[in-house]
């Protein structure tokens, strides 16, 4: 039994949106077909998937029918946060959309799934990006501190939104924790942030993430271990659609 994660499919089976890295950079060439075939040769039935974010760029559920049937038919058990992009999920009717999937898809928010004794975490985060002012040289001279205020109100409420994860969970008895978020833990000024102190206070050994797409934006944020944690980022295009294993 192994758990996987990837994110960020933009599956658009009946969607014409697309995003500009998919219409120019060949690692999006039948991604779709690209990812089924890893999955079956990766994923067996008795693991886990978790799928964190930007799972479609339909602008509602009937619009994502489609591409959530896509999902229900990869193999394992899948688990889904939300993404920036995902237009279809409103945070306050998860419900309705598990009672929906049920059993075939969780939508993970303000909860959290077991996976052996572990209790997986997750929430779409957020993280400031910009508008950055650069110099010539490319260097940030500084930035939009208008969205910055608005950035940080976004931060704390799915702050919020991640400490009653972790709360229920340890509630229910669980200590070991994997965290996952859509944004990058970290902006791209910042070292730490409320996500990686939220990661260190539960104890988190992972903390997963994805958003992050085209080479120059791969190394937004924290990769590898830091501050007794480790950081993998997941987005599909950097993992070039291979679904990469989080735990045995
Ligand atoms: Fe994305
Ligand atoms: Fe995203």
Redesign the pocket.
């Known amino acids: 039994m192994s758990l996987y994660a990837i ?2 499919l ?1 599956l658009h089976y009946q969607s014409e949106l697309k ?1 500009p890295g998919q219409l120019h950079d060949r690692v999006w060439k039948n991604h779709e077909e690209k990812f089924r075939k890893n999955c079956l040769k990766a994923v067996a039935e008795e693991d886990t998937l978790v799928l964190a ?2 799972h479609s760029w339909g602008r509602n559920l009937a619009a994502c029918e489609l591409d959530l049937k896509y999902i229900c038919d990869l193999p394992g058990k899948k688990i889904l946060t939300r ?3 995902d237009m279809f999920w409103d945070a306050s009717k998860t419900k309705q959309l598990n009672e929906l999937y049920q059993p075939r898809l969780t939508f993970l928010q303000d909860s959290y799934a077991s996976y052996r004794d572990y209790a997986l975490v997750g929430t779409k985060g957020f993280t400031f990006e910009g508008p950055f002012y650069l110099d010539r040289r490319g260097r940030i001279m500084g930035w939009d501190e208008e969205a910055e205020v608005h950035a940080v109100k976004l931060v704390e409420r799915e702050l919020q939104r991640l400490r009653k994860s972790f709360e229920l969970a340890r509630t229910d008895g669980y200590r070991k924790f994997i965290m996952f978020l859509h944004y990058p833990p970290t902006n791209i000024l910042e070292e730490r942030s409320g996500f990686t102190d939220m990661a260190e206070e539960y104890g988190a050994e992972q903390v997963i993430y ?2 992050c ?1 085209g080479e120059s934006r791969f190394h937004d944020s924290i990769h590898g271990e830091y501050r007794g944690r480790v950081y993998r980022l997941v ?1 599909g295009d950097f993992l070039r659609w291979k679904p990469l294993k989080i735990l045995d």
């Open positions: 994110g960020d933009h995003a974010g930007d993404g920036n992009h994805a958003h797409h987005s």
